[in-house]
C-alpha cells in the first residue's frame, strides 16, 4: 500500500472514530411530528440537547431522548480513552426518514370507506466530537 493511501486511511479511521451513529426504526409517530422536535436538537451539544428533550412536552422527545442516550452510549464505547465531560459532542446530523404506513378502513357514509394511513419513521442520529475542552 502506497504512502497517499495509508494516510488516507489513518484520516477515514480517524474520522470515523470521532463520529456516533444511532438508529430508531419504525417508531409509531408521523414524520412530520417526529421532524418538528429533531429540528431542535440539530448542531447543539448534547447536554442542551438532551435538556430541551426532557422539558419538551411533545410525545416525540420521548423517543428521541432515548436514541440520544443511544447514540451517547455509542461514542463512549467508540472513544473509551475520553471522556465525556472533556469532549464537546454536537448532535452533527439528525434524518427523520418515513417508515413503513399501516393502512385501514374506517367506515363512511352511504356504504364508503375511507382510508387511514397511521404513518411511522425512521430516525438517524449522527454525534461529532469536535474539539477537547480546556
Same mark, same amino acid.
Given at each position: +500500500?502506497?504512502? /497517499?493511501? =495509508? $494516510?488516507? &486511511? $489513518?484520516?477515514?479511521?480517524?474520522?470515523?472514530?470521532?463520529? &456516533? @451513529?444511532?438508529?430508531? =426504526? #419504525?417508531?409509531?409517530?408521523?414524520? =412530520? !411530528? +417526529?421532524?418538528?422536535?429533531?429540528?431542535?436538537?440539530?448542531?447543539?451539544?448534547?447536554?442542551?440537547?438532551?435538556?430541551?428533550?426532557?422539558? #419538551?412536552?411533545?410525545?416525540?422527545?420521548?423517543?428521541?431522548? !432515548?436514541?440520544?442516550?443511544?447514540? @451517547?452510549?455509542?461514542?463512549?464505547?467508540? $472513544?473509551? %480513552?475520553?471522556? @465525556?465531560?472533556?469532549? !464537546?459532542?454536537?448532535? $452533527?446530523?439528525?434524518?427523520? %426518514?418515513?417508515?413503513?404506513?399501516?393502512? /385501514?378502513?374506517?367506515? &363512511?357514509?352511504?356504504? /364508503? &370507506?375511507?382510508? @387511514? =394511513?397511521?404513518?411511522?419513521?425512521?430516525?438517524?442520529?449522527?454525534?461529532?466530537?469536535?474539539?477537547?475542552?480546556?
Amino acid at each position: +500500500m502506497g504512502i /497517499r493511501k =495509508r $494516510n488516507k &486511511a $489513518n484520516i477515514l479511521k480517524d474520522k470515523k472514530r470521532k463520529l &456516533a @451513529i444511532a438508529k430508531l =426504526r #419504525n417508531c409509531p409517530i408521523s414524520p =412530520r !411530528k +417526529m421532524r418538528s422536535v429533531a429540528d431542535l436538537l440539530r448542531g447543539k451539544e448534547v447536554g442542551k440537547a438532551l435538556n430541551i428533550l426532557k422539558f #419538551n412536552p411533545r410525545h416525540a422527545s420521548k423517543f428521541l431522548e !432515548k436514541l440520544l442516550l443511544s447514540a @451517547i452510549s455509542n461514542w463512549q464505547s467508540k $472513544n473509551e %480513552d475520553q471522556s @465525556i465531560e472533556s469532549t !464537546k459532542i454536537i448532535v $452533527n446530523e439528525i434524518k427523520v %426518514d418515513g417508515g413503513r404506513i399501516l393502512k /385501514r378502513l374506517r367506515p &363512511a357514509p352511504q356504504g /364508503r &370507506a375511507h382510508r @387511514i =394511513r397511521k404513518r411511522s419513521n425512521h430516525v438517524t442520529v449522527v454525534l461529532e466530537s469536535n474539539n477537547e475542552i480546556k
